[in-house]
Structure formats: C-alpha cells, structure tokens
C-alpha cells in the first residue's frame, strides 16, 4: 500500500485533535464568585417551558442564581404560573402592578439581582426571571452587604427568550412559565454504546495490524529463504507502514498543542468547514481502505483487487478501489452536506471508525519503549489543555475546542459522537480520536507481538492490554459523572492502567527487555547455521 503525503498531513492533523469523554455541564462551579449562608447555591441551568394562552409552546434555557431556594428537578412538580411585567420594568422599586403569585419578568440593570429579587418577592411574585442584556446567561451573585435572605426563586434569561415573551405579555397574550432544574441520569445508555464503539474499534483495527504484521513476516522468511539480495531491497522499501520513533513522539506534544491553540484561537464557523474539508479527505481515505480490505476476502472481488490501472497523480490503483471510490466520496459530500440534521451523528461514526482503523493499520509503536515515551506525553498533554490551560486562558481550551464554541456548530467533526438517550438535556456523549488512536497503537503493537512470538491469548499480552484499555475508559465515564458532566481527560485514567498494566507483566515475565528495545522476536537467518562447539574445534 501507497500512503499518500496529504493523507498522512490529514491523519496528523486528526490524531493532534486529541479529544476527550464529555457532556455539556449543567452544574457550573464557580470558586471566584463568593459563597456565603443564604448565598450558596450552584450556578445550575433551568428549563422553563411556556404556554401562549394555555397552548404549549417553545421551551427555553435559562441559569440559576447563587441565592434563593433550589427548584424542582421534575418537571411533573413544576407549578404552571401565570407571567407578568414589572412595572417599572427594572424592579428595582415597588412594582406598580398588584402581584399574587405570579411570576415576574424584569430587565436587567440599575440595582444588584439581590434587590431586585427582594423587591419581587415583597410585592407578593412567586419567582423572578430577569432579562439578560445579551444572548449569552450571566451568572447572578450576591453582594457583599445584600440582604440574602430570599425565599423565591431566581434566574436569568437570554435576551432574545425574554424579549419574545415580553412581546407576547405587551399584546396582552396569556404566558404562563413552569421552571425546573432536571438532573442527568447517573448512567446513560449513551455511554455504553460509546464504550463499546472505542473498544471495538481498537479490537478490529488491531487484528488488521497484527494479521499484516504476520503476513509480512512470512513473506520476509520467505525472502531470506530465497536468498535474493534484490528481492530483500525492494520488499525492504514497500512495506506502507509508519514507525515512530522516540523523536517524534515527543514531537507529537508540541505539534498537538500548536495545534490546538490555533484551533481555539481561531475557532469560527469558516475554520470548522475547513476541518470538515480535511475530515471528509480523511474518512474518505479510510473508508476506502476498510471496504478494499474487507471485500478483497471474498473471492469474486479478488481478481478486481489484484489487477491494477495506472492512475494520473496517484500512480497504480486497484480496479477495487476505483470501483469504491465514489461511493466513499458520495457518502462523506451527504454527511457534510447533511451534518446539522438529527441522525448525521452515524454518517461522522462511520467516517471516523474508519479513518481510526486505518491510522492505527497504517501508523506503528516498533516497541515499548517508544509506546510509553508516546503515551506519557498524551498524558501530560491531556491533561495541562484540560486543567491547566485554566490558569492562562481563563477557561479549559480542550473543552472549549471540543464543544465548537463561538463556532455556530455542534463541536468539531473529529469526535466519536452518540446522543444521550435519556438524558432530559440531551445532548451527546462524545470521545476523542486521540483518546482511541494514542492507546490503540499500544494495544495493537500487544498483538503483533504475541502474534510474531506464536503467543495465545491466554499466555500473550493483548487480552490484558486490551482489559486495560476498557477499564481506564469505564473509570474515564464514571470520573465524568461524578464530576457532573465535567469534561475529563480521558488519557488521564487510560495510561495508567495500560502502561501500568504492560510493563508489570512484561517484567514478570521475563519478556520486559525485548518488548523494550526490539519489539518483536530475533529471526535468525535461515542460512546461517551454528555448528556445536565440538565441530568448530
């Protein structure tokens, strides 16, 4: 096989996008803002559907404040209430309007939201909702010498939700509001099916390496048998695999982090569609492979994969593949096309699944010694753009990356992506292509070697790489549900246990130096052979 220089541009920009597990937060913790008795609550998001003259109309978005009293978190205990306007429209003196028990809806500015909520529940409204003076949700305080203690509910608007009901009240339209905070469910289905997505793809990727692996050591035996010193050259020189080295393992941290600054910096709807150009070459090239690789197993497809045509700029292609390629090609132009609609989450699968398996087909760890060198950088990578980047951009940058914020999109395309099922928020359950390539090229370097070493699964290294993987992506999603949908690391808890896992059994094994510096068994050379030490005296 031919690697294509702009394929291989695409794979490195892909596995530079190193992602991670997450959903979006609805519990936002906020160690700046002061915290005090009566001023304690989390900033925590809150629905608040809406009935136009009691039809059921548009749901909107709105965020707690850090004072008043939590809300219901099922929408069946949620009181329906009549919405009314303030009257003067900031709250921030006695409304003229009588209130009994409505709920009030004033606009932002010229006294603090502790007033304005204290003014409110005085004049006798059941909860208040203030109008943001932008789209985005500000996060309301308390001030150092407010008067917190509030007994009714408050929260903010974005400005288009509110100015569209306030439209509604002014033409003396009947609004009436419910408002609660559900909770995520503490496992979603979503999840499960994503677990199961990661580990699959690793399995089969890594059975495609270790079978070409076994099938190009054959051929080499069968080469030095032959003892044709031409032969060895030109089969020396066409093996289509890319080794790392120490080198550009740790070259990998600087270009990914590069990387990743320019994506936040110039995060923006043209610069999403330019990653979704260079996906779609991306998935198209692995789509490819994948289906040329699977059908050239059935025998009538074989004689098409083995008879070649000369291809301007692309040199020899399979009459297989120019038969596949506009499919490939059709199939990722609809995704793009199509990438906003509800379902397109399959078409992204099924394009990165198999750009995955082709860079961990194409891409090879040579040992152990450069798979950790690799992996702990990924660790220290994943980890300071996720937590750390904090104390200098003032926000995570991974996350940010990985959401698509300030972009118009749902997230960058190089995720794998599931909706969340259950989830009353919705929203999806996403991993990184990093969180599955950087461990996948371990993993599939653990079956090579028992593959080369004649080793079975029971005495071998795969099961228990591949155990280790499923284990620190299991703990990867717990870690992100008990963090309240917190985006996690994912490499931070995978690492540990496949590296953990690897060295401590190679090293109780005896097998620790080999897998280190060689990675795979010596084959002595046919034609040379050790006479017994008697004979050469």
Same mark, same amino acid.
């Given at each position: 096989?031919?690697?294509?220089?702009?394929?291989?541009?695409?794979?490195?920009?892909?596995?530079?996008?190193?992602?991670?597990?997450?959903?979006?937060?609805?519990?936002?913790?906020?160690?700046?803002?002061?915290?005090?008795?009566?001023?304690?609550?989390?900033?925590?998001?809150?629905?608040?559907?809406?009935?136009?003259?009691?039809?059921?109309?548009?749901?909107?978005?709105?965020?707690?404040?850090?004072?008043?009293?939590?809300?219901?978190?099922?929408?069946?205990?949620?009181?329906?209430?009549?919405?009314?306007?303030?009257?003067?429209?900031?709250?921030?003196?006695?409304?003229?309007?009588?209130?009994?028990?409505?709920?009030?809806?004033?606009?932002?500015?010229?006294?603090?939201?502790?007033?304005?909520?204290?003014?409110?529940?005085?004049?006798?409204?059941?909860?208040?909702?203030?109008?943001?003076?932008?789209?985005?949700?500000?996060?309301?305080?308390?001030?150092?010498?407010?008067?917190?203690?509030?007994?009714?509910?408050?929260?903010?608007?974005?400005?288009?939700?509110?100015?569209?009901?306030?439209?509604?009240?002014?033409?003396?339209?009947?609004?009436?509001?419910?408002?609660?905070?559900?909770?995520?469910?503490?496992?979603?289905?979503?999840?499960?099916?994503?677990?199961?997505?990661?580990?699959?793809?690793?399995?089969?990727?890594?059975?495609?390496?270790?079978?070409?692996?076994?099938?190009?050591?054959?051929?080499?035996?069968?080469?030095?048998?032959?003892?044709?010193?031409?032969?060895?050259?030109?089969?020396?020189?066409?093996?289509?695999?890319?080794?790392?080295?120490?080198?550009?393992?740790?070259?990998?941290?600087?270009?990914?982090?590069?990387?990743?600054?320019?994506?936040?910096?110039?995060?923006?709807?043209?610069?999403?569609?330019?990653?979704?150009?260079?996906?779609?070459?991306?998935?198209?090239?692995?789509?490819?492979?994948?289906?040329?690789?699977?059908?050239?197993?059935?025998?009538?497809?074989?004689? $098409?994969?083995?008879?070649?045509?000369?291809?301007?700029?692309?040199?020899?292609?399979?009459?297989?593949?120019?038969?596949?390629?506009? $499919?490939?090609?059709?199939?990722?132009?609809?995704?793009?096309?199509?990438?906003?609609?509800?379902?397109?989450?399959?078409?992204?699968?099924?394009?990165?699944?198999?750009?995955?398996?082709?860079?961990?087909?194409?891409?090879?760890?040579?040992?152990?010694?450069?798979?950790?060198?690799?992996?702990?950088?990924?660790?220290?990578?994943?980890?300071?753009?996720?937590?750390?980047?904090?104390?200098? $951009?003032?926000?995570?940058?991974?996350?940010?990356?990985?959401?698509?914020?300030?972009?118009?999109?749902?997230?960058?395309?190089?995720?794998?992506?599931?909706?969340?099922?259950?989830?009353?928020?919705?929203?999806?359950?996403?991993?990184?292509?990093?969180?599955?390539?950087?461990?996948?090229?371990?993993?599939?370097?653990?079956?090579?070697?028992?593959?080369?070493?004649?080793?079975?699964?029971?005495?071998?290294?795969?099961?228990?790489?591949?155990?280790?993987?499923?284990?620190?992506?299991?703990?990867?999603?717990?870690?992100?549900?008990?963090?309240?949908? #917190?985006?996690?690391?994912?490499?931070?808890?995978?690492?540990?246990?496949?590296?953990?896992?690897?060295?401590?059994?190679?090293?109780?094994?005896?097998?620790?130096?080999?897998?280190?510096?060689?990675?795979?068994?010596?084959?002595?050379?046919? #034609?040379?052979?050790?006479?017994?030490?008697?004979?050469?005296?």
């Amino acid at each position: 096989m031919e690697i294509n220089r702009g394929v291989l541009i695409v794979v490195l920009i892909v596995v530079s996008s190193a992602g991670l597990g997450l959903a979006g937060d609805i519990v936002h913790q906020d160690d700046v803002a002061p915290k005090r008795p009566g001023c304690a609550n989390n900033f925590v998001l809150v629905k608040v559907p809406t009935w136009i003259n009691g039809l059921e109309d548009n749901e909107y978005v709105g965020v707690g404040a850090r004072f008043g009293p939590t809300l219901e978190s099922k929408e069946k205990h949620a009181n329906h209430t009549r919405l009314a306007l303030a009257d003067p429209p900031d709250c921030c003196s006695k409304p003229r309007n009588q209130l009994t028990g409505e709920v009030i809806l004033v606009h932002r500015g010229n006294c603090s939201f502790t007033m304005k909520a204290n003014v409110a529940e005085e004049a006798g409204a059941s909860a208040i909702l203030i109008i943001n003076n932008q789209t985005e949700l500000f996060k309301m305080v308390c001030e150092s010498d407010a008067d917190v203690d509030i007994k009714i509910p408050a929260l903010m608007l974005p400005q288009d939700a509110g100015s569209r009901l306030e439209k509604y009240i002014s033409n003396n339209t009947m609004v009436s509001v419910a408002l609660y905070s559900p909770k995520r469910p503490a496992v979603d289905i979503a999840e499960v099916f994503l677990w199961l997505m990661a580990v699959g793809t690793i399995l089969c990727a890594s059975y495609w390496s270790a079978w070409t692996a076994r099938e190009v050591a054959i051929e080499q035996d069968k080469l030095l048998k032959d003892a044709s010193e031409e032969i060895l050259e030109v089969g020396a020189g066409s093996s289509g695999f890319v080794d790392i080295n120490t080198m550009s393992a740790v070259l990998f941290v600087v270009a990914a982090s590069c990387f990743l600054v320019m994506l936040y910096k110039l995060m923006s709807f043209w610069f999403v569609e330019v990653l979704v150009v260079l996906f779609c070459i991306g998935g198209v090239e692995g789509l490819q492979t994948c289906l040329v690789t699977l059908l050239s197993c059935f025998r009538c497809f074989q004689r $098409f994969a083995e008879s070649f045509i000369k291809v301007p700029f692309f040199g020899a292609v399979s009459h297989l593949t120019l038969a596949v390629c506009p $499919f490939c090609i059709t199939f990722a132009v609809v995704w793009a096309v199509y990438r906003r609609i509800s379902f397109a989450w399959i078409g992204q699968d099924i394009l990165g699944i198999a750009l995955i398996i082709t860079v961990l087909q194409i891409v090879r760890v040579p040992n152990l010694k450069v798979g950790t060198v690799l992996l702990c950088c990924a660790f220290l990578y994943d980890i300071f753009w996720v937590f750390v980047s904090k104390w200098w $951009f003032h926000e995570s940058v991974m996350i940010v990356v990985a959401r698509g914020d300030k972009s118009g999109e749902d997230g960058i395309p190089m995720l794998l992506k599931i909706p969340r099922i259950y989830d009353p928020w919705g929203g999806y359950s996403v991993i990184g292509f990093g969180d599955i390539i950087l461990p996948g090229l371990l993993v599939a370097f653990s079956l090579r070697y028992d593959w080369l070493t004649k080793k079975t699964l029971r005495v071998g290294y795969f099961i228990w790489a591949m155990t280790a993987y499923g284990l620190g992506l299991l703990v990867t999603y717990v870690a992100l549900n008990l963090m309240d949908g #917190h985006g996690q690391p994912a490499l931070l808890y995978i690492v540990p246990f496949i590296l953990g896992t690897f060295i401590t059994l190679g090293k109780k094994r005896g097998d620790l130096k080999t897998l280190w510096t060689r990675g795979e068994p010596e084959r002595p050379c046919p #034609h040379v052979q050790l006479q017994p030490l008697e004979q050469r005296e």
